[in-house]
């Protein structure tokens, strides 16, 4: 190592779950790193060129995530041309109103990392960009630092308790922990100059778009996340059939007109590793009373079903000094659908963040932190846990 440095709080990813860790531990006055491999953050909502803030609300008219999700969303707001739905969920609006009218917003990626970056600096979040995080080193159980690497050697962070909310459970995974994978269909996104109409939601300008594509419906991609060659297979697989788009498209358009601008950052895998955790959040979970809930959920597909959290789901099985957050969480199946989008992971985020915090206040082990601290927390900022916290009542027993 070329030197050692020493956090009370320690969180890799600066994707939206990562920020939010941050943002929690260090509102609570401790000293936070937030250690990012890339030079830009938000993660994938950024890198990946997405543009939609999923909603906040349970598509009925009920809105369930609060906190720094919802504080997010409206700096999100503040360089972009988009605006709030005036009304969202609600009686009086079809079901197809209910899917679409809801509590959610476009954005500017570009626009939300400058948002971001300043949530960050205003909490005095100790940001460390373009560092990988490499290997982690163990006490027994206990994570107790992380061998990260960048431009100025190799470096020790030490912490009292760390967040894995790399997206693909980096800690987890080089501490030895389990994990579970699922399959990714092949997608990229990217911003284009098209010819194309102008009312459609992907626009942000006159003729600039991002370009959604999934490619052949039941196109799987080569290989999950979880091995370095077939990331890169991924990523050029995407390109190939880029290339044949925009060949297909000069046959009746022109280059001049229609043309690529920007390519995703991040390969596209919507689901990597998901942490082996006390509790694996799994489908139909929806409706279920979990007393160690730290934040709900809607299902960002349909209107209705709301998702109680327990703090379990962060925890992993296995390992002290570790919570997982956003989309390496432990949800899988259905349950991984749900939480891994961009505001769900966000309050997963900000409660890994605060129960890492405690762990370090209250010198337990993270496995055994009182979730009931943790809870009031999140009450003292208005965060609703239950259903019944919103006045919602589908329980079914745990
Ligand atoms: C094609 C596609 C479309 C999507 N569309 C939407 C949408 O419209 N709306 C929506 O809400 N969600 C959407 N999502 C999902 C959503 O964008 C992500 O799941 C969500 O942003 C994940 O946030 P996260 O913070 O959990 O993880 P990530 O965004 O993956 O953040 C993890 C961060 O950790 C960093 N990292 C990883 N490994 C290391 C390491 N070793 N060292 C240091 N740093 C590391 C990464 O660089 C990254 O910045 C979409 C996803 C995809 C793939």
């Not at 041309?81 to 197809?96: C, H, M, N, R, T």
């Not at 997608?187 to 300008?205: C, K, R």
């Not at 409660?351 to 082990?365: F, H, P, Q, R």
């Not at 601290?373 to 003292?380: S, T």
Request: glycine share 10%; aromatic share 10%.
């Amino acid at each position: 190592m070329d030197f050692t440095v020493k956090y009370d709080v320690a969180v890799v990813g600066a994707g939206v779950a990562g920020i939010a860790a941050a943002l929690a531990a260090a509102r609570r006055g401790h000293k936070v790193a937030l250690i990012e491999k890339q030079t830009l953050i938000g993660g994938l909502a950024t890198s990946g060129l997405i543009y939609i803030y999923l909603p906040l609300c349970d598509g009925k008219g009920t809105q369930v995530i609060k906190g720094i999700s919802e504080e997010m969303l409206y700096r999100s707001l503040e360089f972009s041309q988009f605006d709030l739905p005036k009304e969202w969920g609600g009686a009086g609006i079809s079901e197809v109103g209910q899917r679409f009218n809801r509590l959610r917003v476009d954005f500017s990626p570009a626009g939300f990392i400058l948002s971001l970056d300043e949530m960050l600096a205003e909490a005095g979040v100790d940001l460390w960009l373009d560092t990988r995080v490499c290997a982690v080193q163990k006490s027994g159980d206990k994570v107790t630092a992380l061998e990260v690497e960048n431009t100025s050697g190799r470096i020790l962070v030490q912490a009292g308790a760390f967040v894995d909310a790399s997206g693909e459970a980096i800690i987890v995974r080089r501490a030895g922990g389990a994990v579970e994978c699922d399959y990714n269909n092949l997608s990229l996104w990217l911003i284009e100059n098209t010819p194309e109409a102008q009312d459609s939601t992907y626009y942000f300008g006159k003729t600039l778009r991002v370009k959604p594509f999934m490619f052949a419906k039941n196109d799987i991609a080569p290989g999950d996340g979880m091995d370095g060659r077939k990331v890169t297979d991924f990523t050029r697989v995407c390109y190939k059939h880029l290339r044949e788009f925009y060949r297909e498209s000069y046959k009746t358009s022109s280059r001049y007109e229609h043309y690529p601008i920007h390519l995703p950052a991040m390969p596209q895998f919507r689901k990597i590793a998901a942490a082996k955790c006390r509790f694996m959040l799994d489908t139909k979970g929806y409706g279920v009373h979990h007393e160690d809930s730290i934040g709900l959920t809607g299902d960002w597909r349909a209107p209705g079903p709301v998702w109680e959290t327990p703090l379990r789901s962060l925890v992993p099985e296995t390992l002290d000094g570790v919570f997982a957050a956003g989309r390496c969480m432990g949800a899988i199946n259905d349950a991984w659908e749900v939480y891994r989008v961009i505001p769900t992971a966000a309050m997963t985020g900000e409660a890994a963040g605060l129960a890492a915090a405690l762990t370090v206040e209250n010198k337990c082990d993270s496995r055994d932190l009182d979730y009931k601290l943790v809870q009031d927390a999140l009450r003292k900022k208005d965060v609703p846990l239950h259903l019944r916290d919103v006045n919602l009542t589908a329980y079914t027993a745990d």
